[in-house]
């Protein structure tokens, strides 16, 4: 080979890594929204919020990739999804984790049948609304009455509240 086709050689060389250095660059960055469909497949559901169960934004991109509580938490836990963090409640609000993903024991099994879809945000300190009404209270409060063992006073379950009913 002569001087001139090893200097081609070189500067072909050197082009074809320039080129792709941004390319390796884009696999090999911890790039959240590159990652994120790989993470969000280990939640036992993630249908409905998606990339919102671990980040602040819906769509989170490069640079608004941050992440609510539960995806704090679920990094923390090396972004494995377990009992430990099925029974925190990493948005603060009523709902334990596990019960906002459908998942209570954090086995990664979902708890019900049909659609595997998240029963609240686990990220979402606003959105878990156990839907406990005046009505389903009374419905509960009936069953307690009929299931009372005979040791047991409903004047003493139900103390703050038994004035009126008596
Ligand atoms: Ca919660
Ligand atoms: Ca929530």
Not at 93 to 107: K, S
Request: hydrophobic share 35%; charged share 25%; glycine share 10%.
């Amino acid at each position: 080979m002569t001087k001139k086709a090893w200097h081609r050689l070189a500067i072909g060389a050197f082009a074809l890594a320039a080129g792709a250095a941004p390319l390796s660059a884009l696999f090999l960055t911890p790039d959240p929204a590159v990652s994120t469909p790989d993470l969000m497949s280990r939640l036992p559901s993630y249908q409905k919020f998606r990339c919102a169960n671990c980040h602040v934004s819906a769509e989170p991109a490069a640079g608004s990739a941050s992440l609510n509580g539960f995806g704090d938490d679920f990094s923390k836990n090396q972004n494995i999804w377990d009992k430990t963090l099925a029974f925190m409640n990493s948005d603060g609000d009523r709902c334990l984790n596990g019960f906002e993903l459908g998942d209570q024991n954090g086995d990664g099994t979902f708890d019900y049948a049909g659609a595997v879809v998240e029963h609240s945000n686990p990220g979402d300190g606003r959105d878990c609304s156990i839907a406990l009404t005046q009505q389903t209270w009374g419905k509960i409060k009936e069953v307690f009455r009929s299931e009372l063992p005979d040791y047991l006073d409903f004047g003493d379950l139900f103390a703050d509240e038994s004035e009126g009913d008596e």
